[in-house]
């Protein structure tokens, strides 16, 4: 019943972040979502970090600006790192380098300068290493999770401001 609740969930986040983002939206919670449904059982967690990731949805589709694509993007990278059972920090390199390698991908094919492309990694590594090291600081309760979640994406979006 779980797994049919969370295969529900991708697939509505899949189709929502294509309709009110765009394709290179659902192409980040898709491929960050898949390994979610076999690495996260707590159905609760899953729920509560999109609804995170939907806040930054409506944020772009009420303001249109698609910069919030960033912390939309640090929030699945964090998501994954958090999950993935491996070590904690070759989770982090696995899981959220995989999606900052996705990102940067996009912004490329969208026609992004370098240097502004070198800003945003410097800002990801930043919003993910700093929260991620928190996270690690203490037990793995839900609570925490959201919190880093939470906390990466904050650091991403003033990150875009600065």
Do not use: K
Request: contains cysteine.
């Amino acid at each position: 019943m779980t797994a049919n609740i969370s295969l529900f969930l991708i697939i509505l986040s899949t189709v929502l972040s294509s309709q009110f983002g765009g394709r290179p939206w659902a192409l980040i919670a898709l491929s960050s979502l898949l390994p979610l449904q076999f690495l996260s059982p707590r159905i609760q967690t899953q729920i509560a970090s999109l609804l995170l990731s939907g806040l930054w949805l409506a944020a772009h589709q009420f303001t249109g600006d698609v910069r919030l694509f960033f912390p939309f993007t640090i929030h699945f990278a964090v998501q994954l790192a958090i999950f993935l059972p491996f070590s904690p920090w070759r989770s982090a390199t696995l899981g959220a380098g995989g999606v900052i390698l996705l990102f940067t991908c996009v912004r490329l094919l969208q026609g992004t300068s370098l240097i502004v492309l070198l800003v945003e990694l410097i800002v990801a590594a930043v919003a993910i290493s700093v929260p991620f090291a928190l996270y690690q600081a203490g037990p793995p309760t839900s609570l925490r999770r959201i919190s880093t979640l939470f906390l990466a994406t904050l650091l991403a979006y003033l990150g875009l401001i600065f």
